[in-house]
């Protein structure tokens, strides 16, 4: 099986523009999770998204939301970046069946999204 | 305090030593991840535990509920075991959050 894919791996964009991130699953995997990586914070949960719908929210503002599609493919979009959004995002999907269940999650290669 | 600490934050050792890193965590979980991740930020994961051991190669990982503690072990070291190593747990609630140790930069010398 295809692992996780993100794309594209590394992008350069400057304060105040909005990106968006995506990330294609393992086939059969319905649920994808996104993460922020910063040397500071380490790894933080953005949100998951299970069936299309968001199941779960981390602790971040408006300016980060998601979507996912009916094949389970994900994309991640920041607006009005900022200098601390450069960082690795990380998306990883899981079989996830069961909510409140911990599922294992297969990491994608990430995103580095430099803001200047 | 964080609800995932893990110790130590940085170790450099000779190849072919023992290596223990630990995990420590303050809520009820459901399950324990430890992650490997090289330079450049791919992330693998190495195990997923609830109880008891699990042993991969040279790789063995404990979890100890009742003291809420868990250790990753490398047996023979070798330097391309160097990477971060971090723990991660899902929480014992309804969601399926998962919450992040810092990570241990391991760094294994030839």
């Known amino acids: ?116 | 305090k964080n609800e995932v600490e893990q110790s130590p934050q940085n170790l450099t050792a000779q190849e072919g030593e023992f290596i223990t890193i630990n995990c420590s965590y303050s809520v009820g979980i459901s399950a324990l991840h430890w992650l490997q991740q090289h330079p450049g930020g791919g992330i693998v994961s190495l195990f997923m535990l609830s109880s008891g051991k699990k042993k991969h190669g040279r790789l063995i990982a404990t979890i100890n509920i009742q003291e809420k503690h868990s250790s990753l072990h490398i047996t023979a070291s070798h330097p391309r075991d160097s990477a971060v190593y971090i723990c991660a747990v899902g929480k014992q609630v309804r969601d399926d959050k998962i919450i992040f140790g810092k990570g241990t930069r391991l760094h294994i010398l030839p």
Not at chain 1, 57 to 73: A, E, L, M, T, V
């Open chain 1, 1 to 116: 099986k295809a692992g996780v894919t993100q794309t594209p791996r590394y992008l350069i964009k400057t304060r105040g523009q909005q990106v968006t991130l995506s990330c294609s699953p393992i086939s059969g995997h319905r649920s994808v999770s996104w993460y922020q990586q910063t040397p500071g914070q380490g790894l933080q949960f953005l949100f998951e998204y299970f069936s299309e719908t968001q199941r779960n929210k981390g602790n971040f503002p408006g300016r980060f939301s998601g979507r996912q599609f009916s094949n389970s493919r994900s994309e991640m979009n920041v607006s009005t970046l900022e200098l601390g959004d450069s960082a690795l995002y990380l998306c990883a999907s899981s079989l996830a069946i069961l909510q409140g269940t911990y599922n294992e999650q297969f990491f994608g290669p990430g995103t580095r999204l430099t803001v200047l």
